[in-house]
């Protein structure tokens, strides 16, 4: 989330975090859903970038990209665990 601040950084991934929760019918609490909104933020930002050149901007686009990327976690999290 490149040109934001830490605390726009930690609204967008705590914001990102929660519609990922609701999307994925999954439950999670406050610093899960931040660190996972951030966390999802990089990782889609980085496949982005490296398949078409750039990514989204703005609060709203880099919201988009942290709920997607969020939500691609907690299913990625989902089908290690069940692997087991």
Known sequence: ????????TIII??????????VM???????TN???G???AVLLNAILVGLFGSTLGG???QLIVAAIG?????????????RR
């Open 38 to 40: 951030i966390l999802g």
């Open 70 to 82: 969020a939500s691609l976690l907690i299913f990625l999290w989902r089908a290690i665990r069940e």
């Open 59 to 61: 609060f709203i686009g």
């Open 1 to 8: 989330m490149a040109g934001f601040g830490w605390i726009m």
């Open 13 to 22: 991934g705590g914001l990102a975090g929660w519609i990922a929760e609701k």
């Open 25 to 31: 019918s999954a439950d999670h609490g406050l610093i």
């Open 34 to 36: 931040i660190i996972l």
